[in-house]
């Protein structure tokens, strides 16, 4: 019923629209007034605001795939599983860098760890957008600056770093 073009360009906002959608029922509920319905209402628009903005930023990690390979997030480990590249994993305790560095005109994350191992990444894999979640699991990620490395077109960009 929908062009198959449509839904393509409009999947990437599907999270950001339900969070919308959930932040005008908050304002609904609001509107209801009283001492019931006003704070449940606040509290639902607070939630949807959060959401939206997590889910804003998220957005940009859903790249189309366009790149071999596949990503696996499982039990605190990165899996980057290729048949034609180098793969590998990595916990995530021991990151110790990631990195959005652009090799060939892709972007690639480069994951280092403490014994400075490393694993290249890149952006259009299969599964890659589930790296936000995981990155953003590590103490003092900041979700907007990767957000942001990705709308650059930098070279090479320092994303997060461990502080020891």
């Known amino acids: 019923m929908i062009r198959p073009e449509l839904v393509a360009r409009f999947k990437p906002w599907r999270e950001v629209a339900a969070a919308a959608l959930t932040g005008a029922f908050g304002i609904w509920v609001f509107a209801r007034g009283g001492l019931l319905f006003q704070p449940l209402g606040a509290a639902i628009l607070a939630l949807a605001l959060l959401w939206g903005l997590g889910a804003w930023r998220r957005r940009r990690f859903a790249a ?86 990705l709308a650059a077109n930098d070279a090479f960009r320092i994303v997060w770093q461990r502080k020891d």
């Open 64 to 149: 189309p795939i366009g790149a071999p390979g596949l990503v696996e997030v499982e039990e605190g480990a990165l899996r980057y599983l290729d048949a034609r590249a180098l793969g590998g994993e990595i916990a995530l305790r021991d990151l110790s860098q990631i990195r959005l560095i652009r090799l060939d005109g892709r972007a690639h994350w480069r994951l280092k760890t403490q014994g400075g191992e490393a694993l290249l990444i890149p952006v259009e894999a299969a599964g890659a957008a589930a790296l936000a979640d995981a990155f953003a699991a590590l103490p003092g990620f900041d979700l907007g600056a990767a957000s942001a490395a």
